[in-house]
């Protein structure tokens, strides 16, 4: 594999006064920050059991097996798994079953959205502000959706959970990119997403302790109460604030870290206004905003191929989730095996991304999840153990390719626009989110056409990656100048 012959050489100013590519400052803020990824996995699985499919039995008469039919006129619910949920909450069953659908696809649009304006909003006015403000919306309308009592209460308020959920996403990620050094990138981001893991394979222990919905999500929710303390711990992104000329408030953050790290405070100012003075010199422009993503050609080629990739892992995995998820037995058994694939998947991104690259690994598990779920689509003669395999397959690479897709896009936008990429990626990313239940729905009409679609997309995501450069071992790019002339007619890596 070959290096680019023409390197950068500057240093980076941050992590050069900070001392270490990942001191103890910044390693205590990304673990704290790391809390802040549980709710992701709650709120995101939560309806599984929100909206657990109940059976119903027709008491009016007695004799009619179908209780969608006219002819019956009163039914009871088999409470065995849930004291109450959404379903017996308000009766969405019948012609009222797609309302149950439709709350989770209004949480996935509030992610979507909240990914997207936060990160426009934490580019204009700061990481730390957006990201604060959005756990304490979490807590709030976290809690009053298990107060909600009217079903379409409850879905306004799930789609603000949502919102700030996603909220928190973009927005801690971003502080823990521009704050750890090259060097140690690629782990802390790949290992932000082990708290969506865990999250995700904890909640079947609220549901199955906590077995009436209100209380199952009121426990979860409550757990929120702690970013409060986020108010006072977690500090401004100081690369961000240098980026955008506030050099007072980047020197105040820097010197806390650097007498944490054990480094000297003497030159911070001296070196900051060196490095602004060199970036002056180098470059036309210092701000920058979501339009420029797509107004310079190469860097408009990397967004389109990033968004793309965001948009086929978050298709993949909850597509594939969801099948595994309702497979025939336990509930609660099912959906902690199913969560439980995703720490694996996680952890083997670490050593994938430190030595063979961000794209490779990319290349790799998509191809992986692809070849998996063709065969899935197109071997008839699978047998059972086999084709639960073959999903178990296409899902453990899709969990490869969740947190490379966080490394990989935080390092490939620049810093004045990296939250706003970052927020379109994740935004285009919870569409697929959106739309994967409607394709694994299509194995009414063919059993083989939800992991031909699935497939499909996650080999046309495995091509995408020879139009985007290797980021692993090179410094972050800062301006849009950077952006568009990063990997741009220059030697790159070859797969």
Known sequence: MEKRADK?????????????????????????IFLSKFPTGWVQISMVFLQSPIQTTCVDPVNDTDVCSGHCHAYVYDHINFEENIITEWDLTCDREWLSSLAQS???????????????????????????????????????????????????????????????????????????????????????????????????????????????????????????????????????????????????????????????????????????????ATTTSKKGNIIDLFRHPYLCQKTLAMAFNWLVVCLVYYGVSQHISHLSGNIFMNVAIGATLGVPGTLICVPMTKYLGRRITLFLSNSL???????????????????????????????????????????????VVRNSGVGLCSFVGRVGSIIAPFISGMSTRGLWIPPAVFGGFSLAAAASVFLMPETRGFPLPETIEDGETFGKNKKTSKL
């Open 369 to 415: 999840s692809g070849i998996a779920l063709m065969i899935l689509a197109f071997v008839p003669s699978l047998n059972s153990t086999m084709t639960v395999a073959m999903a178990t397959i296409g899902l453990f690479g899709a969990s490869v390719t969740f947190p490379n897709v966080y490394l990989y896009g935080g390092e490939l936008f620049p810093t």
């Open 8 to 32: 950068p050489t500057h240093t980076d100013p941050i992590i050069s006064i900070l001392g270490s590519d990942l001191g103890p400052w910044q390693l205590i803020i990304c673990l704290w």
């Open 106 to 280: 209004f949480v996935m649009i509030g992610i979507m959205l909240g990914n997207i304006i936060f990160g426009l909003f934490a580019d204009k006015w700061g990481r730390r502000p957006m990201f604060v403000s959005a756990c304490v919306m979490q807590l709030i309308f976290g809690c009053l959706v298990s107060a909600a009592p009217w079903f379409w209460l409850f879905v306004v308020f799930r789609f603000l959970d949502g919102f700030a959920t996603g909220a928190t996403m973009s927005t801690g990620f971003t502080i823990i990119m521009e704050i750890v050094g090259k060097s140690k990138r690629e782990i802390m981001a790949i290992l932000y997403q082990i708290p969506f893991n865990l999250g995700h394979a904890t909640l079947p222990l609220f549901a199955y302790y906590l077995r009436h919905w209100r209380w199952y999500h009121l426990a979860f929710s409550s757990f929120s109460v702690l970013y409060l303390l986020f108010y006072w711990t977690v500090p401004e992104s100081p690369r961000w604030l240098f980026t955008t000329g506030r050099t007072d408030r980047a020197v105040k953050i820097l010197e806390a870290g650097c007498k944490r790290n054990n480094m000297p405070t003497d030159n911070i100012r001296t070196e900051l206004e060196q490095a602004a003075q060199i970036t002056a």
